[in-house]
């Protein structure tokens, strides 16, 4: 596969190996995947005991708790590297692997609290993100029994801070949480009605927690959800990205306040009016519908750009449609200002199958990063699959494939060079926007002539 490379981030993290640390310590391990094991994790075991960390505090953690683990005979695996630590704290391994730096096996409850009293005084000085599904004993101390289990009946002693507590009847002073909506590693999505100057209206609350969604330069979640909102703020009056009612911080995290509209994503809306069929499957009539919604959101995205932004994070997914049935672009965390180079390091990583080589690699952001992100939403949009399905190293496998489904070679030819590894070969907003606006025209003009075949 050629990529092009392009002028990387300014600061180059190096790689820490966490198997040099276990070597140190005189523990031997076995390297699989993305981890390193220190002995075998029987599925048979009492508890299973997680540590959170930070990407920075991965080796300064483990150096403390080795000696703890080796003591005990304990059976764990930790994360290979800084690298593997980062990846899995942004979702890079799915939704239940967050948080997970280092896992270890408890055969008895006598034996997980013996681990914990040693390790809770090690962990006080570290942070890490949540980890979803398993009891919070510690700061960054998790625990998962192997055995159903009630919450009250739990061997160990949890300190006030850790244990789950009410949220008060009003957030940030003005607002009333009424549902949360998701839930997640990184914060909760909470439904409120805003009561500032008794505005009594409905309002979105995106919560960004401490220590979540954390980088090499240690910035978090809570300056993710900062950034969002100076975006957002000076996005203001721009009708396809949400407005901004609110911001305001706790010990534990931040708050982003934003207007609340009823929608569905982009995705959910083209699979319901498809059925997951592909283009050459479907009628004239769906496949304008489609295409008016992905010209919409090229026009959204060639407005972004226009105001100085690229978003970076643009997937079927970030789309939303309205009960207007108009579009609207969300998540903006990920953004970049092409013209005061902020933030710097930009935000890092972004949706598998929508991010380019280029973004994949750190480079110094683009408007073509966003050009493969479109292509790759036009990718699902003609094929109704997911564009991971597809590689682009496999002779062509994309371009035969679509060519294949969609029985439309401008179509097709479109959404691979959008895709190029090559970011010189994408076409630029504008020209996809004429490619689709004809497509469109062509459609039109072959849905009148089959009203007419009808009634004549």
């Keep these: 596969m050629i990529v092009q490379t392009r002028q990387p981030l300014d600061k180059n993290v190096d790689v820490v190996d966490y198997g040099d640390i276990l070597t140190a310590y005189g523990i031997s391990f076995q390297e699989q995947d993305r981890w390193l094991y220190a002995g075998t994790l029987p599925e048979g075991c009492k508890w299973t005991i997680y540590l959170s960390a930070r990407a920075l505090d991965g080796a300064s953690l483990l150096e403390q708790v080795a000696p703890v683990l080796k003591s005990l005979a304990i059976n764990f695996k930790v994360l290979r590297d800084n690298y593997a630590l980062n990846k899995s704290n942004g979702y890079g391994f799915g939704l239940d692997s967050v948080g997970k730096f280092l896992v270890a096996a408890a055969d008895s409850d006598t034996d997980a609290v013996g681990l914990i009293r040693l390790l809770q005084p090690i962990s006080e000085q570290y942070g890490g993100p949540m980890i979803q599904g398993a009891i919070r004993l510690g700061k960054i101390i998790y625990g998962q029994s192997n055995e159903l289990i009630h919450y009250k009946s739990i061997p160990f002693s949890i300190a006030e801070q850790y244990r789950p507590k009410k949220r008060g009847r009003v957030m940030g002073k003005y607002y009333l949480p009424i549902q949360v909506l998701g839930a997640f590693p990184k914060g909760e999505t909470i439904k409120a009605i805003n009561l500032r100057r008794l505005k009594l209206s409905w309002c979105l609350i995106k919560q960004g927690r401490i220590d979540a969604s954390d980088d090499f330069f240690g910035r978090d979640m809570t300056d993710r959800l900062l950034w969002q909102y100076q975006v957002l703020t000076d996005l203001h009056g721009f009708p396809a990205v949400p407005s901004v009612e609110g911001f305001f911080r706790d010990k534990d ?58 978003h970076r994070d643009l997937t079927d997914e970030n789309f939303i449609v309205t009960t207007k049935d108009t579009l609207k672009l969300i998540d903006f965390e990920l953004s970049w200002s092409v013209d005061t180079k902020q933030p710097h390091p930009p935000f890092g990583s972004g949706t598998a199958g929508y991010m380019s080589p280029q973004q994949q690699g750190f480079a110094i952001p683009e408007a073509s990063d966003d050009v493969y992100s479109l292509g790759a939403v036009l990718v699902f949009l003609l094929s109704g699959r997911h564009p991971l399905v597809f590689s682009q190293d496999a002779g062509g496998q994309l371009s035969g494939s679509l060519a294949e489904m969609t029985l439309n070679p401008s179509l097709s030819v479109l959404a691979v060079q959008c895709t190029s590894t090559l970011s010189s070969l994408r076409p630029g907003i504008k020209e996809i926007k004429e490619k689709i606006a004809a497509q469109i025209e062509d459609l039109n003009k072959r849905e009148t002539m089959l009203n007419q075949n009808t009634k004549s």
Excluded: N
């Design 253 to 310: 995290a931040a708050f982003l306040v934003l207007e609340f509209f009823e929608g569905i994503p982009l995705r959910q809306k083209v699979l319901s009016v498809t059925g997951g069929k592909c283009w050459k499957e479907l009628s004239v009539d769906t496949q304008l519908e489609v295409l008016r919604y992905y010209l919409e959101a090229v026009r959204i995205v060639e407005q972004v750009h226009e105001r100085g932004y690229l």
